[in-house]
């Protein structure tokens, strides 16, 4: 597990060991990315939203988000969906200042965590781990069936109601992190720059596997 994902995965500090071997010799490679990766299509002025895209309405001016692998038939409306209303609300707020998040850099599963929160009263994780973890976050919904339905892709997007998606190491993806999403358009703590911002990148073209579960 890299760095990074460990990070996000234990949502606070963690011990780095280096070994002496290699100083000298090629850098050893990249970590996968944590979060998302630096694709900025909004500019840095405009950081929580895309080109093309609106978040006074939730959706996108073709239906898509960055290369459109969310999109579903011009879809990406958040009117019937009050996690996706309300983190849309939350879009440009800083994450900055979350205790234990790397001032922002692993606050991605705290994002979900507290939209669900204002809108149910209860954190996703519900007391059964911590809320500022992904991997926790993700067995507290595969615990709670009556609360979060596991369902593919194509299944998600095209429900029309808001799902959680997520990503990490535990299940095969190259990194750690979690989102809400409704349509084809998704929103998440963007690590880069700690804030709620709009994605603009192809989320399974950057982590690999990835699961869906629609909020009940």
Known sequence: MGLFNKLCYLGGGAIVIIGVSGI??????APPPTEEPIVETGGAANPGQTNNSTTGNGTTGNGTTGNGT?????????????LSSA??????????????????NVACAY???????????????NGNGSNLSVIDTVHAMRASPDR???VDQATAVASGQDYIIASNPEFGSTGSHIGIGNGST????S??????????YNWEGTFG???YYIVR
């Open 209 to 211: 596997a990835t699961q």
């Open 24 to 29: 000298f010799s090629n850098p050893p490679p």
């Open 186 to 189: 998704v929103w998440s703590n």
């Open 111 to 125: 994002v979900v965590n507290d939209v669900y929160r204002t809108q149910t009263g209860q954190t996703i994780t």
């Open 191 to 200: 690590s880069s720059r700690a804030v709620i911002r709009e994605n603009s």
């Open 70 to 82: 969310f999109s579903a038939n011009g879809t990406g409306t958040t009117g019937n969906g009050t």
């Open 87 to 104: 983190i849309t609300d939350r879009v440009g707020e800083s994450t900055y200042n979350v205790p234990d998040t790397q001032n922002g």
């Open 148 to 150: 979060f339905m596991a």
